[in-house]
């Protein structure tokens, strides 16, 4: 059984959901209900491992998409923006859930 959180699929709880055309709230959203329900310290951390991951596989993604489909070299460009950028605000966004994640957790706010 799974406690009931408020801040459950509310995207980036306190962050942004994506950047132009990058959106990861969805990332966000899965990462609510495991973090929520981890009980161990290695619950806690392969959650924010994966909320890492997928963020930064919509940088890619969303990259791939825009240079497949615009006109070079300027698509070729955005898509790098989108590749480089999107895991370097995923990494951030490791950090910040992780450190703000881990009092939360110490205090077992968020055990079952």
Known sequence: MTKHDPFLNDGCTGFIN???KADWRGCCDAHDPAFLNGQTVVDFVKANVELLT???NEG???GF???ASGEPPWSYFEAGLYMTGVPIVAVAMFGV???I???FFKRGKWKK
């Open 101 to 103: 994640g881990w009092f």
């Open 65 to 67: 998409e825009i240079a």
């Open 97 to 99: 859930v992780g450190t």
């Open 18 to 20: 994506g950047i132009g």
């Open 60 to 62: 890619f993604e969303t």
């Open 54 to 56: 997928c963020v930064s």
